[in-house]
């Protein structure tokens, strides 16, 4: 689980540094996540370590690197 975790977060990462700032939907798509599941593993990470920003609100979060 961990490795697929760090997996995920790279994806989620390489995703938002291309594309810029993106909303969940868009993000899942984008950094070609199975699940909301998954996508919401990834960034979990990416959140702990400090390396997002997240704006909007609860239903439509928007996600960005720091």
Known sequence: MFAKAGEIAGAVWMALNENGALNAKDLKKAAKAKSEKDLYL??????????LNVEGDEK???????
């Open 42 to 51: 990834g960034l979990g990470w990416l959140l702990r370590e400090d390396k």
């Open 60 to 66: 439509d979060p928007i996600f960005s690197l720091k």
